[in-house]
């Protein structure tokens, strides 16, 4: 579905018909939108012949999964970035017109440009650029980091809550736990960690299309990008603390059972070898013929196991 907005500076958009894009694009002192969630075969055809897009940005833009980069063509440059849902946003630019194609992120749903609109439709005449609509989108998207790597903070407290308070029947619970915020938190890297490359680029100018004022403007997004980083690495040293206690905890039980096998064994050995001792087949043995002579074994066996326990007991190994 395309959707396409023609923008004066006076916060009008003007809604334009897809086929009717090539009369509006380049029109001065104007900003042509043109946005397409999940598009189709068709759609994506259709931007690329009204905007003379380049056949590998459109080829890229149709292959999901993209690394968030920038590249540059003849008459227009091609962004990757992800939103906070993980979706990926795929952002054309040129003189006087933004492209942007979005998909499904990871909650099925396409991320939503609702709140960069709103923005850009507040913004002042001067602000009625491609280079500063780009830069309203991108500081939309940067700004939901945020909101996730809380979201992933809130995680790493909850785990390492229960970290402490599960019992054995909790680890294997706990162990997907960790590796399910791990890979998440790893996923979520691979979407940031690129853009702070993309934000550098384009605040060298190396996109004609992006005027000195949205330059200005995206040095904040390059500070949010290296905030998001600076919390995202946090978090994954706070994860690395989690693993290294919960493994220390599992360490602690697996020695408290090892304590216990090792007393009940040291405490029965006794009584094996007065049993061992009296179970020999000899013919001339001691106390064979005493007529107390079980019950006398049997009360040494008692008494050996009674001091055992007693003693381990005192040594809290029981």
């Known amino acids: 579905m395309i959707n396409a ?48 897009l380049h056949h590998l940005a459109i080829e890229d833009a149709s292959k999901h999964g993209q690394r968030p980069k920038l590249e540059q063509y003849p008459t227009h440059a091609f962004v990757v970035a992800y939103g906070g849902n993980l979706a ?24 939503d440009p609702e709140p960069a609109r709103r923005r850009f439709e507040r913004s002042g005449p001067e602000e009625a650029t491609a280079g500063f609509l780009l830069y309203m989108l991108l500081d939309t998207m940067v700004d939901e980091y945020f909101t996730r790597a809380d979201a992933f903070e809130e995680r790493i407290e909850k785990l390492e809550e229960g970290i402490f308070e599960e019992d054995a029947r909790d680890e294997a ?40 004022l949205a330059t200005t ?11 998001a980083l600076d919390q995202l690495d946090s978090q994954r040293e706070l994860l690395g603390n989690a693993v290294d206690a919960h493994l220390a905890i599992i360490s602690n039980r697996m020695n408290e059972v090892m304590k216990k096998m090792t007393s009940w064994g040291a405490i029965l050995l006794g009584a094996t070898l007065v049993a061992g001792i009296y179970g ?39």
């Open 5 to 52: 907005a023609l923008y004066d500076g006076s916060g009008r958009a003007v809604p334009v018909a897809p086929p009717d894009i090539s009369e509006v694009v380049g029109k001065p002192n104007t900003v042509l939108w043109v946005d397409a969630a999940e598009p189709t075969a068709e759609d994506l055809e259709c931007i690329r012949t009204e905007f003379q």
């Open 88 to 111: 990926e946003v795929d952002l054309f630019v040129g003189e006087g017109w933004v492209v942007t194609v979005r998909d499904v992120g990871e909650d099925g749903q396409a991320w």
């Open 173 to 212: 619970r706990v162990q997907n736990e960790i590796y399910a915020l791990r890979s998440d938190l790893l996923a979520f890297r691979r979407r940031v960690q690129p853009l702070r490359d993309v934000v550098t680029s384009l605040l060298r100018h190396d996109v004609e299309w992006v005027d000195a």
């Open 217 to 227: 403007h995206l040095q904040d997004v390059f500070d949010h990008v290296l905030r």
């Open 280 to 318: 020999m087949n000899f013919q001339h043995m001691p106390e064979l013929g005493w007529r107390w002579g079980y019950a006398w074994a049997l009360g040494l066996m008692a008494t050996i196991t009674l001091a055992g326990w007693s003693y381990f007991r005192r040594k809290d190994w029981l």
